[in-house]
């Protein structure tokens, strides 16, 4: 989980360090929206990746349950 939240600040780094270039914004406003961007996407990405691995755990686990206990034959219901 740590490298998620690591990437997600590197990204969330760069993609507020761009836009505020692209604004034409001076080096110390850009550094600091940058940091504040890292910050939030950092966040978003640990909340993202905590529910990504929870869901992935959740379908391993119904895998294996199913493998280890098969559907059982049963006959057709009638219809009435």
């Known amino acids: 989980m740590k490298s998620h939240i690591i990437l997600g600040a590197?990204?969330?780094?760069?993609?507020?360090?761009?836009?505020s270039l692209a604004q034409e914004c001076s080096w110390s406003t850009a550094v600091w929206r940058a940091c504040v961007a890292?910050?939030?996407?950092?966040?978003?990405?640990?909340?993202?990746?905590?529910?990504?691995?929870?869901?992935?755990g959740d379908a391993i686990r119904q895998r294996r349950h199913a493998q280890a206990n098969p559907p059982a034959k049963t006959k057709a219901v009638a219809k009435t």
């Open 38 to 56: 890292a910050l939030v996407v950092a966040l978003l990405t640990r909340w993202w990746s905590r529910i990504w691995l929870q869901s992935l």
């Open 10 to 19: 590197i990204l969330g780094f760069l993609v507020g360090a761009g836009f």
